[in-house]
């Protein structure tokens, strides 16, 4: 079972926008609509900001949006903030054991 | 709000068992997807694996020949135990909840920093 592919880091300014990338396979990804991504602040647990694929839950800002194409799903992040500087992974559906594969995770750096 | 609580030593020796339980508040444990999953010091996350609750559980292939996972409804606990552990095991534990099979994991533990030392 191998990882979903991410970039080890993205930056951008405050105000800008920026897109995290997550490549996988056609077992996976390109498979199904069930790419989930979370956002992590040092010392802290996992926070779900998009749900299969582009849905936000309850509570997450607007800023947050996810889509998919072909093996590939994205994150992009609008209007950067201080406060997005984190560690960002994405989980999908896979058709083998325990069902779920991870990216290896990306870092963001507000600039 | 539903909330998780892993509990278990924090230090376990080499080659012994490290057993873990995640305790599910202000909701029920029924009819959902629960997952233990690790992550080591400046590392990414790994799943350890998943257990429904009617006991069903799937596991990662590299741990698969070591973990049991185990659900207690009566209690509103699921279970971790991973047998023969080293140093490689050294990590913060984390439980989950996943509501359907394809669904975002919703709720997260604080998760617990387990040890292995002599």
């Known amino acids: 079972q191998s990882a979903l592919t991410q970039p080890a880091s993205v930056s951008g300014s405050p105000g800008q926008s920026i897109t995290i990338s997550c490549t996988g396979t056609?077992?996976?990804?390109?498979?199904?609509?069930?790419v989930s991504w979370y956002q992590q602040h040092p010392g802290k647990a996992p926070k779900l900001m998009i749900s299969?694929?582009?849905y936000r839950p309850s509570g997450v800002s607007n800023r947050f949006s996810g889509s998919k194409s072909g093996n590939t799903a994205s994150l992009t992040i609008s209007g950067l903030q201080a406060d997005d500087e984190a560690d960002y992974y994405c989980?999908?559906?896979?058709?083998?054991?325990?069902?779920?594969?991870f990216g290896g995770g990306t870092k963001l750096t507000v600039l | 709000q539903v909330q998780l609580q892993e509990s278990g030593p924090g230090l376990v020796k080499p080659s012994e068992t490290l057993s873990l339980t995640c305790t599910v508040s202000?909701?029920?444990?029924?009819?959902?997807?629960w997952f233990w999953i690790r992550q080591s010091a400046g590392k990414g996350l790994e799943c350890i694996g998943r257990?429904?609750?009617?006991?069903?559980?799937n596991y990662n292939p590299s741990l698969k020949s070591r973990v049991t996972m185990s659900v207690d409804t009566s209690k509103n606990q699921f279970s971790l135990k991973l047998t023969s552990v080293t140093a490689a095991d050294t990590a913060i534990y984390y439980c989950?909840?996943?509501?359907?099979?394809?669904?975002?994991?919703?709720?997260w533990g604080q998760g617990t920093t387990v040890t292995v030392s002599s």
């Open positions: 989950a909840r996943q509501l359907q099979y394809y669904s975002g994991m919703d709720v």
């Open positions: 202000g909701g029920s444990i029924s009819t959902y997807y």
């Open positions: 257990i429904y609750t009617t006991g069903v559980s």
């Open positions: 056609s077992s996976d990804i390109g498979g199904y609509n069930y």
């Open positions: 299969e694929v582009s």
């Open positions: 989980i999908s559906y896979t058709s083998s054991s325990p069902y779920v594969v």
